[in-house]
């Protein structure tokens, strides 16, 4: 029995620390080991692509109706276009009059992994990164054609950067075509916010009426940065998403996109799209109640796209029939910024989703509140790490102290066990008869420290994904040379004490009296120890606080038990 308790305790350590070593490998965009690789981009020309020229989706039928693809003339792609540069205190934005899109964010207060002295670049239209935010106009109705995000826009004049003491700044496209139609595009940056008010208005000065859709999409290359070692990197899940009432919260594989067999809800009267990467996301949001078709597709390189076939995800909003003479108006949201889960649960239903806790979310969500007010008091997210920890060991005390105790009472009678051990071992049925009566007569049970790991493994998984999710951990400053607790230890000195710790608690521990089980006893934990190397440093920390308050309350039962080494 003492055997198998401890291979219990073996087996549940080394499938945890797998099963999280395999939840990094995803993180990282390499393999798992129970789902196909995350597929790279498919070379241009390798799968159709559902959308029309450009990526301007398909208005959306109605029973009876042809769809008819919006005109994309060369005329409009090949136009010179002018770029603006919009500043405010928390955002970078640069604007193309090709489509009134967002070409370039840089979020100013986030820094670069690569380079912490640059800001972190969100949208990109380069060779190395394309990810834009694009809107426009399509119509089922023959022969009219209206402005979409490959039409140029006129610019017009107003402030380009905010100034001190102003809450907002807007900044205004227009583009008219030759039958009267005329679009007016409007972008409301505000102070210290990430989210931008996008306003469309289209006003028919033709002598005839329009039923126009507006469609507002995300689309991007399908590349995943960061550094690719084998247990760190800054990205998890990166692709598109959306949620509504009905679907929920749903994720789109590129490979899916790939082979145009991705399932998703496909209509809502409410509902979201989004664009997530490792601790930051892109969504368009509406939240009055309309209809909205959602679509994501894949979209064929070009030459605007540096050959690189994109990812797009759009909702699609009918805007009803437009007379001769009148004017309508179309209100929408376009967040751009990292995963701060209190802003985005003020957003949009469902936003906050986007911070993916995974299938223990019911415990990592109010373990990040507590995680968020121990902040709040210490205003040091490394602290309040510790404090968590502190909070959970107290929690957990009469468990660890049952489970700690049982092992002290293993370690006590280990000398009787050896000795019969030897004493029967060409006599292993009689062997197990005497061990059980030993371990009756000093009333231990070899299974006792085995329940209190089964019932704090879920906590433990859940703050590691509250760690590893947490976009406030990010460049977030601990003590000394700890500067970002999103990354490893610059000198690995956590790693050390953790691996240091976690011997000297294996060390505590009964010694098992098979030579070979003694060996893996500590071969196992070293072993397992080389991963934090490259863990972040915040889950170290956490682990190492966990090991020296256990090493603790270890040391303070064995010595009143006289077990002690």
């Not at 979020?107 to 380069?126: C, E, I």
């Not at 751009?336 to 986007?354: F, H, I, R, S, Y």
């Not at 493994?457 to 700890?482: C, D, K, T």
Request: proline fraction near 7%; charge should be positive; aromatic fraction near 10%.
């Amino acid at each position: 029995m003492n055997d198998m308790r401890r291979t219990i305790l073996w087996v549940v350590f080394s499938v945890s620390l797998f099963l999280l070593w395999d939840a990094w490998q995803k993180h990282n965009g390499h393999p798992s080991l129970f789902s196909p690789a995350v597929p790279r981009p498919v070379a241009a020309g390798s799968a159709p692509s559902p959308a029309v020229a450009g990526g301007v989706p398909n208005a959306v039928a109605t029973p009876g109706a042809a769809v008819v693809a919006p005109a994309t003339a060369a005329s409009a792609v090949l136009a010179p276009s002018e770029k603006v540069v919009i500043s405010t205190d928390v955002l970078k934005a640069t604007l193309d009059s090709t489509g009134g899109s967002l070409v370039r964010l840089e979020l100013t207060k986030n820094a670069d992994v690569s380079d912490p002295t640059k800001p972190l670049v969100l949208f990109d239209q380069s060779a190395q990164r394309v990810y834009l935010a694009q809107t426009g106009l399509v119509t089922q109705q023959p022969g009219v054609t209206l402005p979409n995000h490959l039409t140029v826009m006129q610019l017009q004049p107003g402030e380009r950067a905010l100034k001190d003491g102003a809450k907002e700044l807007s900044v205004v496209f227009e583009a008219i075509n030759e039958t009267g139609l005329s679009l007016t595009k409007t972008y409301t940056f505000r102070r210290g916010d990430y989210s931008v008010a996008v306003r469309h208005e289209l006003r028919n000065a033709g002598p005839a009426p329009v039923t126009p859709q507006l469609y507002l999409q995300l689309a991007r290359d399908g590349k995943v940065d960061g550094n690719t070692s084998v247990f760190m990197g800054p990205t998890s899940y990166t692709g598109p998403a959306m949620y509504s009432e009905a679907g929920k919260f749903q994720k789109v594989e590129f490979t899916d996109l790939d082979k145009a067999k991705a399932e998703y809800e496909k209509a809502a009267d409410n509902g979201w799209v989004a664009m997530i990467q490792h601790y930051f996301t892109s969504a368009w949001l509406v939240n009055a109640q309309a209809k909205r078709d959602f679509k994501f597709d894949r979209i064929e390189g070009n030459a605007s796209t540096f050959g690189q076939p994109l990812y797009r995800v759009a909702m699609v909003f009918g805007l009803g029939e437009v007379a001769a003479g009148a004017t309508t108006r179309h209100e929408a949201v376009l967040y751009a910024g990292p995963q701060a889960e209190k802003q985005l649960e003020t957003l949009a239903p469902g936003l906050e989703l986007v911070k993916d806790y995974g299938w223990l979310r019911m415990l990592a969500k109010p373990l990040f509140w507590l995680l968020d007010q121990l902040h709040s008091l210490l205003q040091n997210w490394g602290w309040a790490i510790v404090a968590l920890v502190v909070l959970l060991k107290i929690a957990f005390y009469w468990l660890n102290a049952s489970a700690y105790k049982s092992m002290a009472k293993m370690k006590a009678i280990n000398p009787k066990v050896m000795e019969l051990r030897e004493r029967y071992k060409d006599k292993p049925q009689q062997m197990q008869q005497e061990m059980m009566r030993i371990y009756r007569e000093e009333k231990v049970n070899p299974l006792g420290g085995c329940l209190p790991i089964f019932v704090q493994m879920p906590f433990f998984i859940a703050l590691y994904s509250v760690l590893l999710s947490s976009v406030e951990m990010r460049n977030a400053p601990w003590v000394g040379w700890i500067t970002d607790l999103a990354t490893k230890d610059p000198y690995y000195i956590l790693p050390l004490l953790m691996t240091a710790s976690t011997m000297f608690q294996t060390w505590l521990n009964p010694t098992p009296p098979d030579p070979v089980q003694a060996k893996m006893m500590w071969i196992m934990p070293l072993a397992f120890s080389v991963m934090f190397f490259y863990f972040p440093a915040g889950l170290v920390l956490y682990w190492l606080t966990n090991n020296i308050l256990g090493i603790a309350q270890q040391w303070f039962i064995n010595r009143r038990l006289g077990v002690n080494k």
